[in-house]
């Protein structure tokens, strides 16, 4: 997401970019039934766009060829994800795909008996899920995890889960632990740290006792959890699924009034590379799960630099300013908040 960066951020990151972006988009397989055989077309090779370093806005998302309104930009699977705490039997714990209804009071006829931890129980939508989700579930169900559960909910905290689950997918050998370094950190003030510290304790005595190697915790440093949850804080996604049918849409629109849309939260690589807008030319979506679509939002001219917006577009001028500088540290100057519309 939008960054400046550090000489030293820059000269490691150019070497990375062209990588990463199509490593990162070229791991989704599946595409909605909606797209058109052009954009599916386009879906099969390297995506239409660039990642460059500028000296006035960081990285940024060039296109290398006119895009369609409408078109499929380009697709990628999340780093991390998470689900919301509160939905824990209503969305699959790796992929976060809402359960069908039966599904997830029948979850353990379908799939074999119910993966748990100490403090709770897990649903997957299907098999394919369960065994993805070893990269990390393997290390975590082994594990008490009530103290750092409960620490969250009483906090209504959402990142410090993400981190756990890294943390686990680490350990289990299924990442890296550099492999968030690329993302922007958020500026932390002194007295979020102080709570991270309390947190990170709390997650390194669960480690400690279920006894795993000096070895494999070698990497678990506060400034490494620190590190972390700074970069997940200002470059997680809120997964909102589209509704799939009228009624689906109903029911979610009522569900609004009283609780989170987010279905959970996920980092990705080449998505946290595109710079914010709010009259944005391009957008975000998620369809069944996880894995991210990025879409255009009008024609976009080969060299335009595509960006998205952070936030909800239709708040006013004041309500935007706000929320950019207190959540993201910056301040907007794109034309729409240049003339305070």
């Given amino acids: 997401m939008f960054a400046t960066g550090t000489a030293l951020f820059r000269r490691r990151a150019s070497s990375e970019l062209h990588r990463i972006c199509l490593w990162n988009t070229s791991i989704v397989t599946s595409r909605p039934p909606s797209l058109s055989t052009a954009a599916a077309a386009e879906c099969k090779g390297p995506p239409p766009i660039r990642v460059s370093l500028t000296e006035s806005a960081g990285r940024c998302v060039f296109a290398t060829r006119g895009i369609a309104a409408g078109d499929l930009i380009h697709s990628a699977k999340p780093l991390v994800t998470h689900p919301s705490a509160s939905l824990l039997d209503e969305v699959c714990y790796y992929c976060l795909r809402r359960l069908q209804k039966e599904a997830s009071s029948v979850d353990a006829s379908a799939l074999g008996e119910n993966e748990s931890s100490s403090t709770s129980t897990c649903y997957f939508c299907s098999e394919s899920c369960r065994e993805q989700s070893k990269v990390f579930h393997e290390v975590e169900k082994g594990l008490d995890w009530s103290a750092f559960d409960a620490h969250c909910s009483t906090r209504r905290?959402?990142?410090?889960?993400?981190?756990?689950?890294?943390?686990?997918?680490?350990?289990?050998?299924?990442?890296?632990?550099?492999?968030?370094?690329?993302l922007q950190p958020a500026s932390l003030h002194p007295d979020i740290v102080m709570e991270m510290e309390e947190e990170f304790q709390l997650l390194k005595d669960i480690f400690v006792k279920g006894q795993f190697n000096n070895e494999m915790l070698t990497f678990f440093t506060k400034e490494w959890y620190v590190n972390v949850l700074a970069r997940i804080r200002i470059n997680a996604f809120r997964i909102e699924l589209v509704a799939r049918s009228y009624e689906e849409m109903i029911t979610s629109a009522t569900a609004l009034v009283a609780a989170d849309a987010a279905v959970g939260n996920a980092i990705?690589?080449?998505?946290?590379?595109?710079?914010?807008?709010?009259?944005?030319?391009?957008?975000?979506?998620?369809?069944?799960?996880?894995?991210?679509?990025?879409?255009?939002?009008?024609?976009?001219?080969?060299?335009?630099?595509?960006?998205?917006?952070?936030?909800?577009?239709?708040?006013?001028?004041?309500?935007?300013?706000?929320?950019?500088?207190?959540?993201?540290?910056?301040?907007?100057?794109?034309?729409?908040?240049?003339?305070?519309?």
């Fill in 157 to 182: 905290l959402k990142y410090p889960l993400m981190v756990k689950r890294l943390a686990c997918m680490i350990i289990s050998g299924a990442a890296s632990v550099d492999c968030l370094d690329l």
């Fill in 268 to 341: 990705y690589m080449l998505p946290s590379f595109y710079n914010h807008d709010c009259d944005p030319n391009a957008h975000i979506i998620w369809l069944e799960n996880a894995n991210a679509k990025l879409k255009a939002l009008r024609d976009i001219e080969e060299g335009e630099e595509l960006r998205i917006c952070y936030i909800d577009a239709s708040m006013d001028f004041e309500a935007r300013q706000k929320i950019l500088a207190e959540g993201f540290g910056f301040q907007c100057r794109c034309l729409r908040c240049l003339y305070r519309d």
